[in-house]
């Protein structure tokens, strides 16, 4: 029979796991708003990806401080999370450390101990990245872009890693002290099983010496529930904050472009007709009618994106690396990649609220191009592929910026006036420059 604590336990757990998938589905809703991405050949590299770059954190390394502070918080924070089967059994099934077993009482220490170093690691680790953020004020942290839910986006979830660690080694402390006076209490014996010493909370318990035993009960329950509540919170918080990537940056990685940087995408429908134009024995008018003619050449809003691009933007970890490495922005263009991606992100959750709101076929007024990224920021981009490079989840802003050049260039004519000159003389002369191809060999009569 349930006891009040379990059954509250129960709805709370069942409640948040619901809520969790409800809003994860949409999610994957929004991304699936996205076009075909193509085919995903050589698997083998690919599961590489994932192996170095998700897992280990390998493109993070050019920094190898930073890296393995944020190696440990990744690392230690899924490995900490181990125990939350222990929690939830317990909450379930009303017991106190079900998994402890006095046969296997050594590999039970062993675990526990391994986790409170790593929650030790964690705290320490989350606090040195407050500071970096908030009083070194490391510059990417401080882009127009990050004021904002942005800034109190990291800053919460560094905090609230750190009253979870906390909250996890206070629990086991006060249960340790609990276990010392069960000796003499026998109504705790039950209760609290002697587990061992442990090696972090065991330095904390020696300080709640002289606090009465109901008190402890409370500091243990409180941390407890506490604890358990704050990850079934941090799980649903995930769904609206930049953490996302926690869960996505492995598919992204998994997917993510392994052509050589430069590559660019040529669309069929455009390649086919230049190769009539150059071929003099095709017949453009004899040629069969594609059937699969594109609905719009390049990117007006984020459906016309395919569903990698939506991808990405939801995994970006709004890190900065690759507007730190942006030549565009350091030299005071407008231009951030960061910021692209956190326009694709906005304005595909808008269209995915439209939809929830006004069904399927919702349509605004707005689209990602001119009301969230304007063309003075596509252009100036050097499509050097440095945001590429620096991003360690493998996320691709150029791809979307060209995208958006496209539709600019060949559904609104509108370009930069360098560039018509340019498409003028290539239209007209078949070739950059403002000569016609009979006066091309003209400056060797000036010798």
């Not at 009482?105 to 606090?127: G, K, M, P, Q, W």
């Not at 559904?411 to 006036?417: D, G, K």
Request: aromatic letters at 12%.
């Amino acid at each position: 029979m349930f006891s009040l604590s379990n059954s509250a336990f129960l709805i709370i757990f069942l409640l948040s796991s619901l809520l969790f998938y409800k809003n994860f589905r949409k999610i994957i809703r929004n991304i699936k708003l996205g076009g075909d991405a193509g085919v995903f050949e050589n698997k083998r590299e690919r599961w590489r990806n994932v192996l170095f770059i998700a897992f280990g954190q390998k493109k993070m390394f050019k920094k190898p401080l930073v890296a393995i502070l944020h190696l440990v918080v990744y690392l230690g924070f899924v490995i900490i999370n181990i125990e939350i089967i222990e929690i939830i059994l317990d909450g379930i099934l009303g017991t106190h450390r079900i998994l402890f077993s006095p046969k296997w009482s050594s590999l039970y220490n062993f675990c526990i101990n391994s986790f409170e170093i790593l929650a030790l690691l964690v705290f320490v680790a989350c606090i040195i990245f407050l500071i970096r953020r908030n009083i070194i004020k490391i510059s990417r942290f401080w882009s127009p872009e990050m004021k904002g839910w942005p800034k109190s986006d990291a800053n919460l979830i560094l905090i609230f890693e750190i009253l979870l660690m906390s909250a996890f080694l206070i629990m086991n402390a006060a249960d340790l002290s609990l276990q010392k006076l069960a000796h003499t209490e026998s109504y705790l014996q039950l209760k609290y099983p002697n587990t061992g010493n442990f090696l972090i909370s065991g330095m904390i318990s020696s300080l709640m010496q002289g606090i009465s035993i109901s008190n402890l009960i409370l500091i243990e329950r409180f941390c407890w529930w506490f604890h358990i509540i704050g990850i079934f919170g941090f799980l649903n918080y995930l769904v609206i904050s930049k953490h996302l990537h926690i869960i996505l940056a492995f598919p992204n990685t998994y997917f993510g472009s392994i052509k050589p940087k430069g590559q660019f995408n040529n669309m069929s429908s455009v390649t086919n007709e230049v190769k009539m134009m150059l071929d003099p024995n095709i017949d453009p008018f004899t040629e069969p009618v594609s059937t699969s003619q594109p609905v719009r050449f390049g990117a007006k809003d984020v459906t016309d994106l395919n569903w990698l691009h939506l991808l990405n933007a939801y995994s970006c970890t709004e890190c900065g690396r690759c507007t730190a490495e942006c030549p565009a922005n350091v030299t005071g263009k407008k231009l951030s990649p960061r910021k692209i991606m956190m326009d694709v992100r906005d304005r595909v959750e808008e269209v995915g609220r439209g939809i929830d709101l006004k069904g399927k076929d919702f349509k605004d007024e707005k689209s990602l191009l001119h009301d969230f990224i304007k063309p003075e920021e596509l252009w100036a981009c050097t499509s050097c592929n440095a945001c590429v490079e620096a991003c360690p989840l493998s996320i691709d802003p150029l791809s979307i910026i060209l995208e958006l050049r496209r539709y600019s260039v060949m559904e609104e004519s509108s370009a930069p006036t360098e560039l018509n000159a340019v498409f003028s003389n290539i239209e007209n002369n078949g070739a950059p420059w403002q000569f016609s191809a009979s006066d091309r060999l003209n400056w060797k009569d000036d010798e």
